[in-house]
Nanobody, 119 residues
Framework: EVQLVESGGGLVQPGGSLRLSCAAA????????MTWVRQAPGKGLEWVSG????????SYTDSVKGRFTISRDNAKNTLYLQMSSLKPEDTAVYYC????????????WGQGTQVTVSS
């Protein structure tokens, strides 16, 4: 059974940094594109970034370009999102998700981790 468990969220001041992690199990992690998706309070889901099986980022949503870095460690079955220069509008629940096709077919999601950016 696919399991995705996010961690690393918390409260941070504007301009600060956080690194999110997603521990994966139940599938061949190294074979899949992995993604981060977020949901801000009162807003819909927003795709943030994806990384291919070899560790190359596929893209970033415009609002995080230059500030966030997606990466993965296939030996540890772990996905990461390094977030820097955080803004209040980055406040959201962040989810990792498996992309089963490489075309944003996000069938499996973690429970999410809360990131709050506030002074």
């Amino acid at each position: 059974e696919v399991q995705l468990v996010e961690s690393g969220g918390g409260l941070v001041q504007p301009g600060g940094s956080l690194r999110l992690s997603c521990a994966a199990a139940g599938f061949t992690f190294s074979s899949y594109v992995m993604t981060w998706v977020r949901q801000a309070p009162g807003k819909g889901l927003e795709w943030v970034s994806g990384v291919n099986s070899g560790g190359e980022p596929t893209s970033y949503t415009d609002s995080v370009k230059g500030r966030f870095t997606i990466s993965r460690d296939n030996a540890k079955n772990t996905l990461y999102l390094q977030m820097s220069s955080l803004k209040p509008e980055d406040t959201a629940v962040y989810y990792c998700a498996q992309d089963s096709t490489g075309w944003h077919t996000l069938d499996y999601w973690g429970q999410g981790t809360q990131v709050t950016v506030s002074s």
